[in-house]
C-alpha cells in the first residue's frame, strides 16, 4: 500500500484510486508561478522492509503496486558504461545509457508504470501533453500494452519525435502553441473526456516510474550509492525521480544518505536554476535548442528544488553552444545522445572540478544519458560535414587523407 502525500502542505491523503495533484495547494495554480500541489506517493514501511531483506532489488520492489507486464515492455537495467576520454582524468565516472530504452529515452520509466496502472484500473486511454519524447514513449507502451494515447505537442517538435509517436498508432495532435500551452489542453481534456492523464508530475505515478534509475545504479555499483549524479532538467520530473529512489533506498536502510544530485539546465530555459539560486518561482519564456528541457513553467519545478536540497545538491546551466560541443563530443567516445540529454555531460565537465576537491579523484560520479541523438538530428545542422561523394574508381581511393 502507500499514500500520496503533497510536496507543499504535506497533507496525507489516503486512497487507492488515481489523484493528480493536491485538492487544497492546486487551487492556488496562477499559471504564473511554478506548479503547487505535486503529490508524492509514499510506500508503506513493510514494503520497504521486505525490499531490505533482499540480497538484490529491483524496481519491482520500489514499485507502488504490484506490475505484470514487464516483459512486454522492458525498462532496464540499461547499461552503464565507463569512457576515459569522458571521464577528465577521473577515476570512477560512469554514463547509464537510457537513451538505450526502447523508444529511445529515459521517459519509457514513467510512461511503462502509467501503462501498468492504466491495465490495472482498466483504463483503455492515456492523454498526455509532451515536447517529444514522453510522447514517444507513451505510444511505444501503448502499442506494446494495447493502449489508446492521445498526444498533444507543440507543432515546433522536432520531427523524429512526432513521427515515432505517429508509427507508433499514437493519436497525435500538434497544438499551435508551447509545451507549456499542450499541458494544459491536454489536462482540460482528460477532465471532459475521461481517460488517464500521463502528464510528467501532474501524475504522480510517472516519479515512481523515473525513480526505478536509482535503483538500478544501487545494484550497478555493487549495492553502493554514487557520489554525485548529473541529471538534465526541464519540468525537474526526472531529477525529482532519480532523487525520490534514493530516498526510498535510504528509507529502507540500504543506503544511510543521499548522494548529492547537480541538475543541468540550459541557460536558455532555467526558471528551476533561478528558483533554487534566488527563490524566484515564476514562469519564463524558455529558448533553447535542447528542446525536451525547453520549460516555461516546470510541473515538478517547486519538488525538484526542494529535493535537490535535501541531497547537498545544486543547479548549473550550460549554454547551448556548451551544450553541442558535448553532443558532439559524447557521439565521438561512443554515446549517442541528444541534445537535452548531453546537458548533463555538459554539466559534469564544468563541475569538475568541484567534486574532485570535493571527494578526491576517486569520485564516484554518474552522469546520466537521456535520450538517444536520433531523436533529433537537426540539432547537427552546420556543426558537421557530409561529404562530398567520391569518384567511382580505384585511382580516387589515393586522393583519401586518413
Ligand atoms: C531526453 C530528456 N532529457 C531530459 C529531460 C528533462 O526531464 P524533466 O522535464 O523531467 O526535467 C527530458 C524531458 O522531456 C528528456 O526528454
Given at each position: 500500500m502507500f499514500k500520496y502525500v503533497c510536496s507543499d502542505c504535506h497533507r496525507e491523503y489516503l486512497t487507492e484510486s488515481l489523484m493528480y495533484t493536491c485538492p487544497k495547494c492546486s487551487k492556488?495554480?496562477?499559471?504564473?508561478?511554478f506548479l503547487k500541489g505535486i503529490l508524492s506517493v509514499e510506500l508503506d514501511d513493510e514494503t520497504l522492509s521486505k525490499a531490505k531483506a533482499k540480497e538484490h532489488v529491483t524496481k519491482e520492489d520500489f514499485y507502488p503496486f504490484e506490475t505484470k507486464y514487464s516483459s512486454y515492455f522492458p525498462v532496464g537495467p540499461t547499461p552503464l558504461m565507463r569512457s576515459e576520454k569522458l571521464s577528465?582524468?577521473?577515476?570512477n565516472v560512469y554514463f547509464k545509457?537510457?537513451?538505450?530504452?526502447p523508444s529511445g529515452s529515459f521517459k519509457d520509466r514513467a510512461s511503462y508504470l502509467v501503462g501498468e496502472l492504466a491495465l490495472k484500473l482498466g483504463e483503455r486511454k492515456v492523454v498526455l501533453a509532451s515536447t517529444g519524447n514522453a510522447g514517444a514513449a507513451m505510444s511505444a507502451v501503448g502499442a506494446a500494452l494495447g493502449l489508446d494515447v492521445l498526444l498533444f505537442v507543440p507543432?515546433?517538435?522536432?520531427v523524429n519525435k512526432l513521427m515515432q509517436s505517429i508509427l507508433y498508432k499514437a493519436h497525435v495532435i500538434p497544438v499551435a502553441g508551447t509545451y507549456d500551452d499542450a499541458f494544459a489542453l491536454s489536462i482540460e481534456y482528460t477532465k471532459r473526456h475521461g481517460g488517464i492523464n500521463r502528464n510528467t508530475a501532474y501524475n504522480p505515478f510517472t516519479i515512481e516510474g523515473k525513480k526505478s534509475v536509482s535503483i538500478e545504479l544501487f545494484e550497478d555499483l555493487g549495492r553502493d550509492k554514487p557520489d554525485v549524479v548529473y541529471v538534465p532538467v526541464g519540468d525537474g520530473c526526472i531529477i525529482s525521480g532519480v532523487i525520490k529512489g534514493f530516498m526510498d533506498l535510504k528509507r529502507a536502510g540500504l543506503i544511510e544518505t543521499l548522494p548529492e544530485v547537480v541538475g543541468v539546465q540550459s541557460t536558455g530555459s532555467d526558471a528551476i536554476k533561478r528558483a533554487f539560486d534566488f527563490a524566484d518561482y515564476s514562469s519564463i519564456v524558455a529558448d533553447t535548442i535542447a528542446d525536451s528541457i525547453s520549460?516555461?513553467?516546470?510541473?515538478?519545478g517547486r519538488m525538484a528544488v526542494s529535493y535537490v536540497k535535501k541531497t547537498g545538491g545544486r543547479m548549473i546551466s550550460v549554454t547551448d553552444d556548451e551544450i553541442i560541443s558535448a553532443e558532439l563530443e559524447l557521439a565521438g567516445s561512443g554515446i549517442f545522445s541528444e541534445p537535452a540529454s548531453s546537458a548533463a555531460y555538459s554539466g559534469f565537465v564544468k563541475d569538475r572540478e568541484r567534486i574532485e576537491k570535493k571527494y578526491g579523484p576517486g569520485v564516484k560520479a554518474v552522469v546520466l544519458v537521456?535520450?538517444?541523438?536520433f531523436k533529433d538530428m537537426k540539432a547537427f545542422d552546420g556543426k558537421v560535414r557530409m561529404p562530398d561523394a567520391m569518384e567511382n574508381d580505384v585511382s580516387a581511393l589515393d586522393k583519401i587523407r586518413f
Open positions: 492556488e495554480n496562477d499559471g504564473k508561478s577528465q582524468g577521473l577515476e545509457l537510457d537513451n538505450l530504452l507543432e515546433s517538435a522536432p520549460v516555461d513553467l516546470p510541473a515538478a537521456t535520450g538517444t541523438a
